[in-house]
């Protein structure tokens, strides 16, 4: 399906490829190739397509073909009652993370902060099908490990914490606040970020989550990538602040386990990470491990 930009349809048959050759069958929603202005297609389209994966018992599992913009647009429309009779795993990152949530928000459905079927090479290459695949195929957990070379990685406060993973892109979740994001009370959260307008950006989405109470009793942060930031480190204009600065500034005084340097987000061999299933976060392990979403 293509809840938000349109793909491209050389890299969506690579995709089509990789999960036929795990065994799969695949179909391909009507509309997904579609395009209106930046979107894959009319809202009424989208929508549509989506329902009807929902509501087909043939359907065991919905892939995004890639993510972009435009997913927020018709997460209130969709039909979950269908998705609570017929649960199915739904995959998808970036603006997908608005379907993530609602998924969970009103069905308590887990689902699979993964990769694309617009699979591109090396960006996506063969460690993320395999993750992808023993997410989607397997109930072990999963498990990602801290990379001391990621731009968060120095983002730490010490603590273990246990709770259901909810979370995904910093972006959307900003958007969902105050319009279906589900209570992060005992939640672990985990985020992810790519440079739009810069730190001020990051600074107003975490700034306006804390206002609108909705980190109110979270227990634990997961920080993935926050990528594209490294053009301001140097620049006298930000005191000398990068990316680490201000999550430090914003995350660390919530009285929480912080673990960052989570190598998940918008970067090259992205893991895939149960959303919705419960989660322990350990700084000294340096570990996010997160039971199955499909168990």
């Known amino acids: ?48 397509d989506l329902d009807a994966a929902f509501r087909d018992p043939g359907v065991r599992a919905v892939f995004a073909t890639r993510g972009g913009k435009g997913t927020y647009r018709i997460v209130d429309e969709l039909d979950y009652a269908a998705l609570r009779r017929d649960p199915k795993p739904l995959v998808g990152f970036s603006d997908i993370t608005h379907l ?5 928000a009103r069905c308590r459905l887990a689902v699979l902060h993964g990769p694309f079927v617009n699979w591109y090479e090396p960006a996506t290459g063969p460690e993320s099908a395999r993750a992808l695949r023993r997410a989607l195929m397997t109930t072990e957990p999963v498990t990602v490990r801290r990379n001391p070379s990621e731009t968060t990685a ?31 009370r005992g ?9 739009g307008t810069g730190l001020g950006e990051v600074d107003r989405a975490l700034t306006q989550l804390i206002r609108s109470g909705a980190l109110d009793g979270v227990r634990g942060i997961a920080l993935g990538q926050f990528l594209g930031f490294e053009r301001d480190l140097g620049d006298p204009a930000l005191g000398g602040w990068g990316i680490a600065d201000v999550l430090r500034d914003r995350l660390c005084g919530l009285g929480v386990p912080v673990l960052g340097g989570l190598p998940a987000g918008h970067g090259d061999d992205p893991p895939t990470i149960p959303i919705g299933s419960e989660a322990t976060i350990d700084t000294y392990a340096g570990t996010l491990v997160v039971e199955p979403a499909v168990a």
């Not at 997904?32 to 009319?42: E, K, M, N, P, S």
């Not at 993530?100 to 969970?104: P, R, S, T, V």
């Not at 273990?160 to 979370?167: C, K």
């Open 1 to 48: 399906m293509s809840p938000a930009c349109p793909p491209d349809r050389d890299l969506v048959a690579r995709g089509v490829e990789l999960l036929t050759s795990w065994g799969l069958r695949v179909e391909l929603g009507e509309h997904v190739f579609d395009q209106w202005g930046y979107l894959a297609g009319r809202d009424e389209d989208r929508v549509a």
């Open 100 to 104: 993530l949530l609602a998924a969970w």
């Open 154 to 184: 120095p983002v730490t406060v010490e603590g273990t914490a246990t709770g259901i993973l909810l979370g995904g892109n910093l972006d959307a979740i900003r958007t969902e606040a105050g319009a279906g994001l589900p209570s992060l």
């Open 187 to 195: 939640a672990i959260l985990f985020l992810e970020h790519q440079r």
